[in-house]
């Protein structure tokens, strides 16, 4: 009877499982459903496959300001030590806008100018960062772009290590990336443990002159007013507008947001926040495996069979308005005897074909090794044709 309310019950479970859950969006007033933005371009993905979960003109080209620096960060922490000691040189001296008080000759730690980078967004910091990678803005912007290939951001062509100057004398945008490009560098950098540090650091003491400690504050407000926010990086010049690429992860979910040339300061960090909030909304965390639950019933020889069950339960969090499928999989050719616990298979929960959960398939009892009256019955029954 037990076997059978355990079978009954997995049945259940698949049957139920393969039925898609209903989404709620919480877009800002209760309503449901993607969110409506006024930015004329915008991506929402999934931070760990990629997915894209809502997109508005993601591959137009459009300037991205100081998120430029999201690239200017990643080759540095990769490519150098953060203890190491930057000799400020004469380039730094002709960018204006936000920055650091550096002079020619003056030594700083490359983290100080990262910080500065990523938190306070230092032009100068840019620059000098650049120079001590490669000797040259040039050679350095060369790494930039050739990095963005690599990548697969087709669409985004750097000029710069800081998205001071998105034109030309001409004034065509000659600085450029895509909601898409950027969401591809940010998942890229946010892998990186040292980078993802930084930039979900809110404040931070430079200790450049011990005897004038600078404290830097993070330009993204959404470390303050968005759960689980941990990133990455404003920007903003009077051609790009409003720029922000943010991050955020809750209960082992972890999205991407990029929005370009919006308006309003306020609006930008209101609207990424609109776009998390939905895109946590497609996700729930749930049991999908039980422990002790009868999966399959795998027949053995001389007519025996051993019901097997999950070894382990096992929760995940998966997306709501994706059907979910079950495999399971059995071991070939097994033999008894078969110890209680073995395991002989296992099961896997698929969401578009990917495991989501998996667990190990065994045995809910021991089936001994069948002695020599049990084999010839076995065979006197074949022979009745009762087997």
């Given amino acids: 009877m037990k076997r059978l309310v355990s079978i009954v019950i997995a049945l259940v479970f698949i049957l139920a499982a393969c039925i898609p ?18 930015a004329p371009s915008a991506i929402l993905i999934n931070a760990k496959t990629g997915d894209v979960l809502w997109q508005k003109n993601p591959d137009d080209k459009k300037p991205m300001a100081s998120t ?3 690239m200017t960060a990643i080759l540095a922490i990769e490519n150098r030590s953060l203890g190491e000691t930057v000799t400020v040189n ?7 806008g ?8 003056e030594q700083i730690r490359l983290e100080d100018l990262l910080y500065a980078l990523l938190l306070n967004s230092a032009n100068n910091a840019a620059v000098a960062i650049a120079d001590y990678i ?3 803005l040039p050679k350095f912007i060369e790494r930039m772009n050739a990095k963005a290939k690599e990548l697969g951001a087709a669409n985004t062509n750097y000029t710069s290590p800081h998205g001071l100057v998105d034109e030309d004398e001409q004034g065509l945008i000659i600085h450029f990336s895509t909601a898409r490009d950027l969401a591809t560098i940010a998942r890229y950098a946010m892998r990186n443990k040292t980078f993802a540090t930084i930039v979900g650091t809110k404040q931070r003491t430079l200790n450049k002159d011990p005897a004038k400690p600078i404290n830097i504050v993070n330009r993204n407000r959404l470390l303050w007013t ?19 690429v943010a991050s955020a992860q809750r209960e082992g979910v972890s999205l991407i947001t990029v929005i370009l040339g919006e308006k309003s300061e306020d609006a930008i960090f209101k609207e990424s926040a609109t776009l998390l909030d939905y895109g946590f909304s497609l996700y729930e965390k749930k049991r999908l495996i039980f422990k002790d639950v009868i999966y399959k019933t795998v027949k053995l020889s001389y007519g ?3 019901n097997l069950s999950a070894s382990s339960d096992v929760d995940a969090v998966i997306k709501r308005t994706v059907k979910i499928n079950v495999k399971i999989d059995i071991k070939p050719n097994i033999r008894i005897p078969i110890k209680k616990g073995t395991a002989l298979g296992k099961i896997s929960i698929l969401q578009s074909g990917k495991p989501v959960a998996t667990s190990s398939l065994v045995a809910d009892e021991t089936i001994p090794k ?10 006197w029954r074949r022979l009745l044709g009762k087997v």
């Fill in 226 to 244: 968005c759960p689980g926010a941990n990133g990455v990086k404003t920007g903003y010049t009077n051609d790009a507008g409003r720029c922000l």
């Fill in 90 to 96: 004469g380039d730094v001296v002709s960018i204006s």
């Fill in 68 to 70: 430029t620096k999201i």
């Fill in 304 to 306: 025996k069979k051993v």
């Fill in 21 to 38: 859950a209903t989404a709620v969006a919480r877009t800002g007033k209760g309503s449901t459903g993607p969110p409506s933005l006024n």
């Fill in 98 to 105: 936000n920055g650091l008080e550096l002079t020619p000759g």
């Fill in 134 to 136: 490669d000797g040259s």
């Fill in 370 to 379: 069948p002695s020599f009256w049990e084999i010839i019955s076995f065979y």
